[in-house]
């Protein structure tokens, strides 16, 4: 096979050395100017009247920095072919279940709203492992069901060992606990599952154990059946478990259409608890009106799109993975974000990517973004594939599934 | 061909999922930011909007002189919302060594898990509020308030009345005058933050307060400390119940003392439980009771008054006095010849009968109620009784009442009527309305307060010679023994009172009530006072319970008023 015939920039994207999907890094910067802007007016009412933080600026100079850590690291992995990563995915995952457990059994695990979700590693900023977890276990997944192939679709060879990684990596996250994580990190997990070609009866059935899991967990823990009988009836108990409901409805109904204006949130003062981290969106609602939700609604839409379109038009069946991981995490913990905040679905604490405040959530996202950026420089589509059928083009994609799979498993 | 449609078919599985949660979070925000626009909006209103109340300074209440008797300061109160407290133990750790209480007291009140202002101290000292500032504390706020202060003490404790928790006037001078003492507090409309601080995002609404007007009694803080104090002394040496003694100058008619006891202090932490709620009436105004002997002064006065008597009018006392189907005796009954003033001097119930019988039941009662008996005198304090007067004109009289009135059995009296008419009496005759208010000062104006006649009594005559017969009665002097009512180098005029306390049975019980009313000195009045003690253990009668008071009271009066000596009273004792 000849490259001669194939365009220079063909042979980029072949190479991986196309150019990155710059819409998608647009809607990334969008993202990001609304959020830090957000999470100043969120924050600095806060910031300046609590002797913690001394200045109107102090998340704002964070998120600021924060920011900086991702666009640097988002820029560094969108230059590494990702295929690199998959030597790395069997002991990524031994390290992230490590940290997991140190996370629940060590005293470095510090709690915050009674939950064990960081880890402080002496000088560093206190890291949330479960953030990581999320791209680990992606990257870990992509890999192994790119290797599985029609296996896949065997209960033991398949969907038992999927359920097996899952359960035990959801399981970890939860008890520390950190339900909302768990739930982002389970819902890509199965879409990487379902798009990978799992069994559909499998599927299925694992789909209803899940749900009845669920339902398990959240009537068993006090605080998780209380949060449910508030989004039910948040005005039972309007100044305890129900608060939040009602403030954040409050937020988001008084901004009406075109909103307070940028910086005129009154929930912000307090009424509103996370303000600058889970419950940003609903300030965007109160200042932006319906006009900025609709936004931010577009923007993750738009992503979404993007990212999926890398998806299809990825070069093999790891690259495909792992962007349709990263995409459906994305746009799933944004979506379950605003469900949340729009008291659409039963409160749990989880960040809107790129918009919240939040450091281990941002380096994370970024990074992922970054290992979906360098998946779209690849890309070849199902066009060349079609083309191949037709005996037009050389198998682009089996050939590098095939150099990987033989260059590491045999 | 069939993986590649699979693998197609799974996307678009996957992207109507997306799809159909967009829509619906879409659907759930028009929902939110449109349709329930208005309702929210209206109900974030009525989340920040709070209006503050800020509390009008309450006004000052002085004595005659200008010594303030009652005011209130301004101090800063530490509260907590406690079941936002992140670490009460250190909270309280940092707090005590500034409040100068323990720890486990200040963590005892943090740890009661409120969602409301809970108290952690009242009324800081302003250095105290500024060393709990200075610790720049989260959890704790202040908030400015009022606290009632006494420099004087529980003088005139009943006069004064009772300040409740809201600043709110519930007895005596500070419930009737409350609309002049509380002023108008003010109010701050804002937007409020969920700590309650003002959000600077809209304009506020301030409407500023107003502080309360100042009030100054006829009260002398000397006399009523005095009085106060010769009070109690009697209350313990006699062991009784309790008792009065008022003070009031005879020409104006102005109270210059009121003290009762029992009595309550305004410093007591249980001011207001139920035990002392019995002890906030002013029993100087609000107990009617029979006044026994001191009455005759009264029924000695319309005897005069009518000419039905002289003071040298006599008549034949043989040991009991037979009118309207009943009898009357005496106590102590000399018999003989007896004249009205032998009458004042022995009291003589017979002597008195004799008098109000001779003038008649439609005299007798019409100058009873001349001197105002029956009726409130109309002094500005809460809780006024008329008494209980009957006459000839009313139901439930009979004709031995008229002998029996004469010597103040079957007649109520308060002692503000009391006083008010032996004023009237001894003092040319005019009957002064009794008055404890001088003077109201408010921000619009200022109102002064001045003696009000009501009406001639009896003649100027009338009047002087029904005092001398009084201080003939304080200075008769028999079998070597000296009135106890008696000043040395004063002329004092006066009477005894020992009153059976009527029970359903009658008279029987050994209970009195011991007074004395009297008045000095006798050529120009200065003050009129009643000394009334009730139930006295040691001793019952008046001579011996109430007249040693007002002698008491009476020679440092003289002093403090600087009335000189009488001449040559001294060696003429008996006069």
């Not at chain 1, 259409?257 to 965007?284: E, M, N, W």
């Not at chain 1, 959530?361 to 979906?372: P, T, W």
Request: proline share 5%.
């Amino acid at each position: 096979m000849s490259m001669r015939f194939l365009s220079k920039a063909y042979k980029n994207q072949f190479q991986g050395k196309g150019h990155p999907d710059y819409a998608l890094m647009g809607i990334i910067a969008i993202l990001l100017v609304l959020g830090v802007d957000m999470v100043y007016s969120a924050s600095f009412v806060i910031a300046h009247n609590s002797p913690l933080y001394h200045s109107d600026t102090y998340f704002l100079v964070r998120q600021m920095l924060w920011v900086g850590i991702g666009v640097v690291t988002m820029l560094v992995l969108m230059q590494v072919d990702y295929h690199k990563y998959q030597r790395f995915t069997v002991p990524g995952m031994v390290v992230i279940i490590l940290l997991l457990f140190v996370v629940i059994a060590t005293r470095l695990g510090h709690s915050a709203y009674g939950a064990q979700r960081w880890l402080s590693l002496g000088p560093l900023p206190a890291i949330q492992p479960s953030e990581f977890a999320k791209l680990v276990l992606i990257l870990y997944l992509s890999n192994w069901l790119s290797r599985r192939g029609e296996r896949l679709k065997d209960l033991s060879n398949g969907t038992i060992p999927f359920a097996i990684m899952l359960g035990l990596i959801t399981g970890l996250v939860l008890m520390q606990p950190d339900l909302g994580s768990a739930f982002v990190i389970a819902l890509s997990a199965v879409c990487l599952f379902f798009i990978a070609g799992a069994d559909l009866k499998h599927f299925i059935a694992g789909g209803i154990a899940g749900t009845i899991a669920l339902v398990m967990l959240a009537l068993t823990e006090a605080y998780r059946s209380q949060r449910i009988a508030a989004f039910l009836d948040p005005e039972q108990d309007p100044l305890g478990v129900g608060w939040h409901i009602i403030q954040s409805n409050i937020a988001l109904g008084s901004g009406g259409i075109f909103g307070l204006g940028l910086g005129a949130s009154r929930q912000k003062f307090y009424y509103l608890p996370s303000a600058h981290t889970d419950a940003i969106f609903a300030v965007i609602g109160e200042e932006l009106g319906l006009l900025g939700t609709m936004a931010v609604i577009g923007l993750f839409a738009l992503l979404a799109y993007r990212g999926y379109k890398a998806t299809m038009k990825a070069p093999d069946s790891f690259g495909m993975l792992l962007a349709a991981g990263i995409t459906s995490w994305i746009t799933f913990q944004a979506l379950l974000n605003i469900a949340v905040v729009t008291s659409t679905v039963p409160f749990t604490g989880i960040t809107l990517p790129f918009v919240s405040y939040g450091g281990s959530s941002m380096l994370v996202s970024f990074a992922a973004i970054g290992i979906l950026l360098n998946v779209s420089r690849h890309q070849v589509g199902f066009v060349p594939e079609k083309n191949r059928n037709k005996g037009a083009e050389p198998a682009i994609k089996s050939v590098r599934a095939r150099s990987a799979h033989l260059s590491q498993a045999e | 061909m069939h993986e590649l449609e699979e693998r197609r078919w799974r996307f678009y599985t996957l992207f109507t999922v997306i799809a159909v949660f967009i829509l619906i979070l879409i659907f759930r925000l028009f929902y939110l930011q449109v349709i329930q626009n208005s309702y929210y909006s209206s109900l974030a209103k009525k989340e920040h909007w709070r209006e503050e109340t800020i509390p009008a300074q309450r006004g000052t209440i002085y004595d005659t002189n200008g010594h303030v008797l009652a005011t209130s300061v301004g101090f800063e109160s530490l509260y907590a919302i406690t079941n936002q407290i992140a670490r009460p133990e250190k909270l309280a750790r940092a707090l005590s060594p500034v409040l100068g209480e323990s720890e486990t007291e200040i963590a005892a009140k943090l740890a009661t898990k409120q969602n409301a202002p809970t108290l952690v101290k009242a009324y800081l000292p302003e250095e105290q509020a500024d060393a709990v500032r200075k610790l720049n504390l989260w959890d704790v706020y202040f908030q400015p308030e009022f606290k009632r202060m006494y420099p004087e003490g529980s003088i005139a404790a009943q006069v004064l009345g009772i300040v409740g928790l809201e600043s709110q006037g519930l007895t005596g001078i500070e419930a009737r005058y409350n609309d002049v003492l509380a002023g108008k507090p003010g109010s701050l409309l804002a937007e409020r933050d969920a700590t309650d601080d003002e959000i600077a995002l809209s304009a506020s609404t301030y409407s500023q307060p107003h502080n309360g007007g100042s009030i100054t009694l006829t009260i002398d803080r000397y006399i009523q400390k005095l009085v106060e104090q010769e009070l109690e002394k009697a209350v313990g040496q006699y062991k009784a119940a309790g008792g009065t003694i008022v003070v009031m100058e005879p020409r104006t008619g102005a109270i210059l003392a009121m003290a009762n006891r029992p009595t309550i202090d305004f410093n007591d932490p249980n001011l207001f439980a139920a035990s002392r709620t019995p002890m906030y009436k002013n029993a100087a105004v609000s107990d009617a009771w029979e006044p026994g002997s001191i009455f005759k002064i009264i029924t000695m006065a319309a005897g005069l008054d009518t000419k039905a008597v002289t003071p040298d009018t006599s008549f034949n006392n043989t040991g009991s006095f037979a009118y309207g189907g009943g009898v009357v005796r005496n106590v102590i009954t000399r018999l003989g010849p007896e004249t009205m003033t032998q009458t004042l001097q022995r009291s003589s119930n017979i002597g008195a009968a004799f008098a109000s019988t001779r003038m008649g039941a439609d005299a007798f009662y019409r100058y009873v109620e001349a001197f105002g008996f029956g009726q409130p005198t109309g002094i500005e304090l809460q809780g006024e009784s008329p008494g209980i007067l009957r006459t000839n004109k009313t139901g439930n009289w009979y004709p031995f009442d008229l002998a029996t009135n004469a010597f103040g059995q079957g007649i109520s009296v308060t002692p503000i009527q009391m006083v008010t008419a032996v004023s009237a009496a001894i003092n040319g005759g005019i009957l002064m309305k009794p008055y404890v208010v001088k003077e109201v000062v408010t921000e619009k104006e200022r109102r002064e307060y001045h003696p009000t006649v009501i009406r001639q009594v009896i003649s100027p005559q009338t009047s002087k010679t029904l005092g001398g017969m009084l201080v003939s009665v304080v200075e008769l002097v028999e079998g070597g023994q000296v009135r106890l009512a008696k000043v040395p180098g004063y002329h004092v005029g006066g009477k005894t009172g020992t009153a059976e306390i009527p029970t359903k049975e009658g008279y029987g019980s050994s209970a009195t009530i011991a007074s004395f009313v009297g008045f000095g000195p006798a050529d120009d009045p200065r003050f009129v006072m009643l000394v009334k003690i009730d139930r006295p253990e040691a001793s019952p009668w008046g001579e011996t319970v109430a007249s040693p008071v007002f002698r008491a009271i009476a020679e440092q009066l003289f002093t403090y008023m600087k009335v000189p000596p009488a001449r040559a009273v001294t060696q003429n004792q008996g006069g």
